[in-house]
């Protein structure tokens, strides 16, 4: 009967979970089973030692949900299950004819990327595309152009390559430095995906170009492993992603009770543009600066103050603060205390610790002092903020 399940779906999902990306989408498929229909599921992540599921119809699989795993496209044919694709639908378009897709919005994130930049004040702007020519990678690049062209300034492209074209990283890395040092200065430039923009960050260091004083660089995933151990740490675009793969869910529940027939073709937009230190301080081309700026970042939660800050970027106490009021837009002891304040909320996030502990690691001298600033700033108790935090959790 239409509409009806006989008995509870097996779903198998290929998701390569070692992106965020697909692990958001793992959490919005998480989220929707719970509130909605139980499934038996079975993850394919292609981890080494993983055992391959094989023949999906002998498993009993009753639909497929499929994500930027090339590898698994035959396994899926083959099947004939009710199956939804995430992204890269020009390439699975022509294997799966039939799949239903959730699409991330490139162009929207390429848009974003592009306005986010030119409210710096740039007017130089650059593309890098991912090593090889996935759809998603082109439609960014096209849409950041388009924008940034469109407010009458120049964007430059580095591209990516067919697979069988595919270069070595060695050999792609010298004709990455030959194009960086080719740019105007100050350039600001969108990568595809931020293992892609900290492949340009490692270039930019290795041909002593400055960022992001000189190069400005914004990632796109927000895939905090990469973007928060970097030096500077790394913007990036945040997709939807989680967003994306509860609509993929929603979608392949209808398509297994057979209330959706037709194939259909969804999109997912941008969840938010994390701002760090690789594009937050681009206008800041004083070196000077930017040695302050890196000393902080790098002994804020230590017993520094503003004399250390301005001996190590070589000058006054007075001009220190004059390069901070003007090029940042506040004091130094304002952007070490925003610094602990970050640094504290990660803790409060992703550990346990108790707070008088958390305090002391973060530089502050008590734990009450770290109370009163945290409250100051955002309004909630610390503990009140890692209570949220917890009930946002899926």
């Known amino acids: 009967m239409k509409g009806i399940l006989q008995k509870t779906p097996k779903v198998a999902l ?43 119809r002998a498993w009993g699989a009753t639909g497929v949900i499929v994500a930027r795993m090339p590898d698994s496209v035959r396994t899926v044919a083959q099947a004939g299950l009710p199956t939804v694709v995430m992204d890269s639908p020009t390439f699975y378009a022509e294997h799966l004819p039939k799949a239903s897709y959730v ?27 991912d090593a090889e020519n996935w759809d998603w990678s082109v439609e ?21 390559r067919a697979a069988q074209k595919r270069e070595e990283w060695v050999t792609d890395q010298k004709r990455m430095v030959q194009w960086l040092k080719s740019l105007p200065k100050p350039t600001a430039l969108l990568a595809a995906r931020d293992g892609r923009a900290r492949q340009v960050l490692e270039t930019c260091q290795l041909a002593e170009i400055d960022v992001p004083g000189q190069i400005a660089i914004l990632g796109v995933d927000n895939e905090e492993i990469l973007c928060e151990n970097t030096v500077p740490t790394l913007s990036s675009i945040q997709p939807d992603s989680e967003a994306g793969g509860y609509e993929a869910a929603h979608l392949l529940e209808q398509l297994m009770r057979r209330t959706q027939r ?38 804020a939660c230590a017993t520094i103050g503003v004399p250390d800050i301005a001996r190590h970027m070589g000058v006054s106490r007075r001009l220190a603060e004059i390069l901070f009021r003007k090029q940042v837009g506040h004091s130094i002891l304002d952007e070490i205390q925003q610094t602990r304040l970050a640094r504290l909320k990660t803790f409060l996030r992703e550990t ?33 903020y890692r209570q949220t935090k917890k009930d946002r959790l899926p």
């Open 103 to 129: 699409i991330s919005d490139s162009e929207c994130l390429g848009r974003a990327g592009a306005k986010a930049l030119l409210a710096q004040g740039f007017r130089h702007f650059g593309y890098v595309a």
């Open 352 to 384: 346990t610790l108790p707070i008088g502990q958390i305090s002391e690691q973060c530089g502050y001298q008590t734990e009450m002092h770290a109370k009163r600033m945290f409250k100051q700033a955002t309004g909630l108790t610390m503990r009140q």
């Open 14 to 56: 290929f998701l390569a979970t070692n992106e965020k990306a697909g692990r958001d989408k793992l959490q919005g498929i998480l989220r929707y089973v719970r509130l909605h229909t139980p499934w038996n599921i079975h993850l394919v992540e292609n981890r080494i030692g993983e055992q391959h599921l094989g023949d999906l």
């Open 140 to 160: 960014r690049g096209k849409a950041f152009r388009e924008t940034v062209e469109k407010a009458g300034c120049a964007c430059a492209f580095y591209g990516g």
């Open 262 to 299: 037709k194939p259909q073709t969804l999109f997912y937009g941008l969840k938010q543009i994390v701002v760090r230190e690789s594009s937050r301080h681009a206008q800041a081309t004083d070196r000077r600066l930017l040695r302050g700026l890196e000393f902080i970042r790098l002994n």
